[in-house]
């Protein structure tokens, strides 16, 4: 499973996406230093550096620990596909197809750019923007709902993600089986089940087809919102209930008793709207944890296909991976850069912000950053900046070495070693239990001798 784009300790995304030379003031970095910029640039580049970054991170330890030919290729199968999924599912169907290319045509002529300059912004902008007609923001609020809901294809894509998958690994290796895909019996390669075969592949064609019929939906339901959402209160209430469901979920439990402050305001972040990322689309966290927690399901229901063990180890895997994806990661962040903050370390970098959050400059600040000091200590800037550069990257670092040793190694390398136990010890119990009748069947007659020996005695 992968993570979203790079964040900062207060929880803003940092989106850098011009290739900044550090020239001007100062020279061109060398050395560590240097390294540490490469580091940083691809922790704040564009999608297709975090693809390439974040699925080598949670393929690599896969591969390494791979059981088998069909364990390999079902395993780069699944997680490629699911960061292409992550990483440019959002911005190619949000962005590029729905918001610029389709939903853009379905308002006046001598609006539609008003209306689409809105769509990336908070519903709360959008309604508190003086500036605007109460049509425009209307249009706008509809139409990111409709976006949102005709992008229902990617959760979709998600839960299903796992079935295309089985089917992947049934067609290219004549495998359901999940022994013998995991290579659980090293002496003895399983008979494969032509029973179990044919239910994985109709319950993964089946799941395939549902999902393209969701999808089709989702862009009918879609293109109906954002062309007519405008018309009615009761569609904008449904289109705001589609973008924060969780401020709907929190006005209905107050209404019911419920007057915590602190449950009503957890309920009330939770969002289906896009992130705004300098003005475009793109995956926002509460996207991310309903594509997340869907694939769980969807990694689940596809294992029980293929046999108990196969559950099993989606189950001691797969649930830390996404709250790792979700929250955990940013937890660890947190906490990361409250132990330097305590200790005083990278002043200059860390800062703590006024939400009690941290923030950290990005890689196009870096330069600026560095000539202020340089200036204010009489030290030279390339100097300045070199320090500024490495720091940033240890602390982006820490994080990220803990997601590919812990969450990438660690967990996979657990997670074989359960399974494998878990069929030795199934075939132990086996053995047992059919050699227990046995001996049992075969003493019975001494037994019985023996106890007839000391009645007679």
């Known amino acids: 499973m992968i993570t979203l784009e790079n964040k900062n300790y207060n929880n803003k995304q940092i989106n850098n996406k011009k290739n900044i030379s550090f020239r001007g003031n100062v020279q061109p970095l060398t050395g560590l230093a240097k390294a540490a910029d490469i580091f940083i640039k691809s922790q704040e580049n564009l999608s297709s550096t975090r693809f390439i970054q974040d699925t080598a991170t949670n393929w690599f330890p896969k591969a390494v620990f791979a059981r088998s030919k069909a364990d390999f290729a079902e395993m780069s199968f699944l997680e490629f596909l699911e960061s292409g999924i992550f990483y440019f599912a959002s911005p190619l169907l949000g962005e590029k197809l729905f918001?610029?290319?389709?939903?853009?045509?379905?308002?006046?002529?001598?609006?539609?750019?008003?209306?689409?300059?809105?769509?990336?912004?908070?519903?709360?902008?959008?309604?508190?923007?003086?500036?605007?007609?109460?049509?425009?923001?209307?249009?706008?609020?509809?139409?990111?709902?409709?976006?949102?809901?005709?992008?229902?294809?990617?959760?979709?894509?998600?839960?299903?993600?796992?079935?295309?998958?089985?089917?992947?690994?049934?067609?290219?290796?004549?495998?359901?089986?999940?022994n013998n895909i995991a290579n659980l019996n090293k002496s003895n390669t399983?008979?494969?089940?032509?029973?179990?075969?044919?239910?994985?592949?109709?319950?993964?064609?089946?799941?395939?087809?549902?999902?393209?019929?969701?999808?089709?939906?989702?862009?009918?339901?879609?293109?109906?919102?954002?062309?007519?959402?405008?018309?009615?209160?009761?569609l904008q209430k449904i289109a705001k209930s589609i973008l924060e469901p969780g401020k709907s979920l929190a006005g209905a439990i107050k209404n019911k008793g419920i007057k915590s402050e602190k449950i009503l305001n957890t309920l009330s972040k939770f969002s289906l709207d896009f992130a705004n990322s300098n003005g475009k689309l793109a995956l926002s966290k509460g996207q991310l944890a309903l594509t997340a927690i869907l694939g769980l399901f969807g990694y689940s229901k596809a294992a029980q296909d293929r046999g108990k063990l196969d559950v099993a180890e989606v189950w001691t895997r797969v649930p830390l991976v996404v709250f790792y994806t979700i929250v955990g990661s940013e937890l660890f962040e947190k906490a990361f850069g409250k132990i330097l903050e305590k200790k005083n370390a990278f002043p200059d970098i860390l800062k703590k912000s006024q939400e009690g959050g941290f923030t950290i400059p990005s890689r196009a600040e870096l330069p600026q950053l560095a000539d202020k000091i340089a200036n204010a200590k009489n030290t030279s800037p390339a100097?300045?900046?070199?320090?500024?550069?490495?720091?940033?990257?240890?602390?982006?670092?820490?994080?990220?070495?803990?997601?590919?040793?812990?969450?990438?190694?660690?967990?996979?390398?657990?997670?074989?070693?359960?399974?494998?136990?878990?069929?030795?010890?199934?075939?132990?119990d086996k053995t047992i239990n059919n050699n227990g009748i046995n001996i049992y069947n075969q003493n019975q007659p001494n037994v019985f001798k023996d106890f007839e020996n000391i009645i007679n005695s």
């Open 190 to 234: 399983e008979k494969e089940d032509k029973a179990q075969q044919d239910r994985v592949e109709r319950s993964s064609k089946r799941q395939l087809k549902k999902a393209a019929v969701i999808s089709a939906a989702g862009v009918v339901l879609g293109t109906g919102l954002a062309v007519n959402g405008h018309k009615s209160d009761k």
């Open 99 to 178: 918001r610029n290319k389709l939903f853009k045509n379905f308002h006046p002529e001598n609006i539609k750019e008003k209306i689409n300059e809105q769509i990336p912004k908070s519903v709360e902008e959008i309604t508190n923007n003086a500036g605007l007609s109460e049509e425009i923001k209307r249009r706008a609020i509809a139409t990111k709902a409709g976006i949102v809901l005709a992008c229902i294809a990617v959760p979709v894509a998600e839960y299903t993600l796992s079935f295309a998958k089985n089917l992947f690994t049934l067609k290219t290796f004549k495998k359901s089986n999940f």
């Open 383 to 428: 100097k300045e900046l070199a320090r500024l550069t490495k720091e940033k990257a240890f602390i982006s670092a820490v994080p990220y070495a803990f997601s590919l040793l812990f969450m990438g190694f660690t967990l996979s390398a657990i997670t074989r070693a359960f399974t494998q136990y878990r069929y030795n010890k199934q075939m132990k």
